[in-house]
């Protein structure tokens, strides 16, 4: 996922990765297709945080199917 939130009042919530491709500046005729919105919403905001803090936390990595890869595992 790709979140910005600016001092939890603002989010941008979308699937475009922050390059010039993935926000559509590379050239006009190659453009990625993505979606976002950009929100001031408390309950969407306080859940994309949740969100973000759960995996920060390591709340999936029991469940995760790449542990093999993670340099520092959470047990």
Known sequence: FK???????TAYIG????TGAGIGMKSSNRRNFEA???TD???LIDAA???FD??????HCTR???RQYCTDPIK
């Open 3 to 9: 979140m910005l939130i600016f001092d939890f009042e």
């Open 15 to 18: 699937s475009a990765n922050l």
């Open 36 to 38: 976002g919105i950009l």
């Open 41 to 43: 919403e408390a309950p």
């Open 49 to 51: 945080c949740e969100q």
């Open 54 to 59: 759960s995996v920060w936390r390591g709340e």
């Open 64 to 66: 995760c199917g790449r």
